[in-house]
């Protein structure tokens, strides 16, 4: 029985598990206001399952084992209270049950002890050892009065508790003994629930809660800027908003996404993961992240998405590298010297090759290409081109192939010419948000004017900037991208594919399609669709693709660290022995051409868009 | 110090992308408005003297005529300018009048630095550096790319090209007027917030007396450019036949200029004479002639 010594034991730890939230809680609301809408069912089913956490199979599987053990424990801790009845049959499996997973408890327990004593890189999680100390003693100390109570018991162990059993070889028939393990064990979860706010336990509240608080909008979306703050961008922790800091809660250092950052996998400063450990620290001690992130570190970023695809607890770092590089651009003025001529570009000439409006419909020469107010009747799409599809002389080949796509297949569609502008992804990506919002308001005018309703992208850039961006900036419309579209042509057998294809064909999945905006089969789709496809899959595909190195304003920014990103990727391509790689973006494109290209191997493998292989299949390509 | 930046507005015509030779093939998308790009990096340079210089520096801006590229003009004040002057002047000036009319308002403002771009992109004269130098009866070095100030003394420090990659590092005594030389990198642009803490710009009109000054050299005639034949880079061996021929085949309308000829062969070569008479490789016919 309880004590009154005991019931404010209890009161106390209580009291500290209390503050100690208080105070977390406190921590990061120092944070600018966020709308962020709760998903509880998404929650529950993440608790349950803990599927993101098992794509790490072994400390995945720890940590259900310490997730259920514990919580096990814990119903039935709170159950007893009641004093309920059970049937002893009933009793004796969840003796068993209970022993069962006291076992595997243990065990993930001493896996994770093994695995913090062993690694001592400095971004490991920190405040570990403690609470797994705290509840190994809460483990054996459970299991040993379980023995000592067995041995004292007239019927002694039985099979429904085969751990007890053990225990009670180990310990002897006193019970004393018995009333000390007892003791030492409530002590010790009094001291675990007290550490919970203190140590790497946190996480128990705050990952929980950043699930429940998980972005429901595509990964590609960033937040607009709130121009009133007197601070443009992120510098000190009360420049971002409370759901990036409690993302710098949230996180467990547990690496994941430096393991799979594309600019750390090449050599560069940059890691992810430290970056959430220097908000972390800066929700403590203060100071400005442009002290602990350098500006090595800050623009290597790609923008590639994969430490938000990665993350088990859905931190990300990314959209605190757009807020700080936001900082030091709006704020500092201090825009990388590569990039200042394509933003001074884009500010003149409102594209990112600086040739200007006049020259914008310049690829369309010939071909029949309407504006979209010279079309008989209403438009069926409106051509989005892009920078690349109007100015790069490789993709207004691709360009030209969508032309050719549309015709064949009779598409009452037209462009935008000299109206339209750069989507502004570039600037955006690149901190620039006055940029971005000049081009986007110049551009959502012109598509009202003319009234446009659907559009159909070739940059995966310009797709996911104006289906997930614009409607922030009051352009709606609906928007598809190319592959898409091209799959529907197909599909509604408007267009037929009939030469085929040569040689065996991968796919190098864009982070703007895939991650960004989950479009990975429509690609595999469109190329099933084409006769004579022998399609064989890259193995850092899909959710795991790995990024050419283009996105984020790279593409315009010097690769000086570390290797090249897009000869990695390259590398990868050419182990696979294909003869084609098909993509389906112009960054992607050039990358992964010169990637390849440096690689001098015999036969290249060769680079293309998705659509030029379309426009090759139908019998023609430009 | 007082550094006095000469900025001047050009409307840059980048393309020739209409159809009507009365407009001289012009559309209004085919020039942008922007300040002369080697003015924008003498900016820079003052830019830099006032953020090292001991006791700072007053950075005033001068333009002549009327206000064009008033968002560049604010994007120059927001980099840090201090103060825009606006000369008062119409109509077409030779490089004489013009600097005189810049004398003249330097000599208002009391500086004791002039800078100013090496030529411009639209004319391309290169003189109003070195006539305003001469007005003013100050020394002048042109193609400067740094600039350094002594602290003894009244003289600067320019490191400026001197051709063919030679660099030349010259000492000069201050006042004096330098013209800048476009660098390689561009100049950082302003922050969000230099551009909230301007308000409205001030822009100051200095009105001068031009009708005393007469223009030293008359233009006779302006030519547009030519159609030139563009250098052509041998198609991409990698591409098959029909990419490099439509890599051949693509270049920017203000290279290849064509106009289609469409309807029924008569029509068509009525459209052939017409161009011909238009550009002037046929004699207009004359009524009647060929009844006659
Ligand atoms: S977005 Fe990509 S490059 Fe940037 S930090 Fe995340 S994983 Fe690394
Ligand atoms: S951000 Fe996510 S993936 Fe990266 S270390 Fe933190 S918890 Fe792990």
Redesign the pocket.
């Known amino acids: 029985m309880l004590t009154s010594f005991d019931l404010l034991l209890i009161g106390l730890s209580l009291v500290i598990f209390g503050a100690g939230l208080l105070k977390l809680k406190a921590a990061w609301s120092q944070g600018r206001p966020a709308r962020r809408p709760g998903d509880l069912k998404g929650l529950v089913l993440y608790l349950l399952g803990q599927r993101e956490i098992l794509e790490n199979r072994v400390a995945g599987l720890a940590h259900l084992a310490l997730f259920w053990g514990v919580c096990f424990y814990l119903a039935l801790a709170i159950l007893a209270q009641f004093g309920p009845v059970i049937p002893p049959g009933l009793a004796r499996l969840v003796s068993l049950i209970s022993d069962l997973l006291g076992v595997a408890l243990l065990a993930g327990l001493i896996f994770f002890a093994l695995r913090r004593l062993g690694d001592r890189e400095a971004a490991a999680p920190r405040g570990v050892l403690l609470p797994v100390a705290v509840l190994l003693i809460v483990v054996l100390s459970g299991f040993w009065a379980e023995g000592a109570r067995l041995n004292l018991a007239p019927e002694g162990a039985s099979w429904h508790a085969p751990a007890g059993w053990f225990f009670a070889l180990l310990s002897p028939a006193s019970p004393l003994f018995m009333q000390i393990m007892v003791r030492i064990h409530f002590f010790a979860v009094l001291l675990l629930l007290a550490l919970v706010p203190f140590t790497f336990l946190r996480h128990l509240v705050t990952s929980s809660l950043n699930v429940y608080y998980r972005r429901q909008e595509p990964a590609g979306v960033i937040e607009p800027v709130d121009w009133q703050q007197p601070v443009i961008g992120a510098d000190q922790r009360r420049d971002f908003n409370w759901k990036q800091l409690l993302d710098a809660e949230a996180c467990v250092s547990c690496g994941r996404?430096e393991q799979?950052?594309?600019?750390?996998i090449s050599g560069k400063p940059?890691s992810?993961r430290k970056?959430m450990r220097a908000l972390h620290e800066n929700l403590r001690g203060g100071g400005g992240m442009e002290q602990s992130v350098s500006q090595d570190e800050l623009w290597?970023?790609?923008?590639?998405?994969?430490?938000?695809e990665k993350c088990p607890v859905f931190v990300e770092?990314?959209d605190k590298?757009v807020d700080m590089r936001r900082y030091q651009v709006l704020d500092r003025g201090r825009l990388p010297s590569e990039a200042r001529e394509m933003m001074r570009d884009l500010e003149l000439y409102a594209d990112t090759y600086g040739r200007g409006p006049a020259h914008r419909e310049d690829w369309a020469l010939g071909l029949e290409v309407p504006h979209i107010s010279n079309l008989p009747g209403e438009a069926e799409v409106l051509l989005w081109v892009g920078c690349s599809g109007a100015f790069h002389p490789q993709y207004q080949q691709v360009a030209r192939s969508m032309a050719h796509i549309l015709n064949a297949a009779g598409v009452n569609f037209g462009i935008l010419g000299k109206e339209e502008a750069c989507c502004g992804d570039a600037a955006r990506r690149l901190g620039d948000e006055e940029r971005f919002e000049t081009l986007a308001k110049k551009n959502i005018a012109a598509l009202d004017k003319y009234g446009v309703k659907t559009l159909v992208c070739l940059c995966p850039h310009c797709y996911n900037t104006l289906r997930n961006e614009y409607p922030a900036l009051g352009g709606h419309y609906q928007i598809l991208s190319a592959v898409e579209f091209a799959l529907r042509l197909i599909a509604k057998k408007r267009i037929y594919p009939k030469y085929p294809l040569a040689g065996r064909l991968t796919i190098h999945d864009p982070c703007y399609l895939g991650r960004g905006n989950g479009i990975y089969q429509p690609l595999r789709d469109l190329v099933g669709s084409l006769p004579g496809a022998s399609l064989v899959e890259l193995e850092q595909s899909r959710e795991n693709g790995f990024?050419c190195g283009g996105g984020?304003g790279r593409m315009w920014l010097h690769e000086k660290l570390g290797e090249n990103i897009n000869n990695l990727r390259a590398a990868q391509v050419a182990h696979s022995g294909v003869q084609t790689v098909a993509t389906a973006c112009p960054f992607c494109l050039t990358m992964l051409e010169d990637g390849i290209n440096s690689l001098e191997t015999e036969r290249p493998a060769k680079v293309r868009d998705l659509i030029e292989i379309v426009a090759m299949s139908l019998g023609r390509a430009h | 110090m007082r550094i006095v930046v000469c900025l001047k507005q050009i409307a840059h015509t980048y393309a020739r992308s209409g159809r009507d030779p009365d407009s001289n093939y012009l559309e209004p998308e085919d020039k942008v408005l922007r300040i002369n790009p080697c003015d924008e990096f003498a900016l820079a340079l003052a830019l830099e003297a006032k953020e090292y210089l001991p006791g700072g520096a007053e950075v005033s801006l001068l333009t002549l005529g009327p206000i064009l590229a008033q968002i560049e003009l604010v994007r120059c004040l927001a980099l840090g300018a201090d103060w825009l002057f606006q000369v008062d002047a119409q109509g077409y000036l030779d490089p004489w009048q013009k600097s005189s009319l810049l004398a003249r308002s330097v000599q208002k403002i009391e500086a004791d630095l002039v800078l100013c771009g090496r030529e411009s992109l639209d004319s391309a004269n290169g003189q109003t550096g070195a006539l305003l130098a001469h007005h003013l009866n100050m020394p002048f070095v042109s193609g400067v790319r740094k600039i350094d100030f002594g602290t003894e003394g009244p003289f600067a420090v320019v490191r400026r090209a001197a051709g063919r990659g030679t660099r030349q590092v010259l000492r000069c005594p201050l006042p004096a007027v330098f013209s800048v030389e476009a660098g390689n990198t561009i100049p950082a642009p302003p922050s969000y917030d230099q551009k909230r803490n301007l308000g409205s710009p001030p822009i100051q009109k200095l009105v001068l007396d031009a009708a005393g000054v007469a223009p030293r050299y008359v233009q006779e005639a302006q030519y547009p450019p030519r159609p030139r034949v563009k250098p052509l880079t041998p198609p991409d061996n990698c591409l098959d036949s029909y990419g490099r021929v439509s890599e051949l085949l693509s270049g920017s309308s203000m290279e290849k200029k064509g106009r289609m000829l469409t309807g029924d062969p008569e029509t068509q070569v009525e459209g052939i004479i017409t161009f011909l008479q238009e550009s002037g490789v046929l004699e207009p016919e004359k009524e009647g002639e060929l009844d006659g």
């Open positions: 996404c799979s950052c594309p600019a750390n940059l992810p970056v290597a970023c790609t923008t590639c998405m994969a430490c938000l770092p990314l590298l990024c984020g």
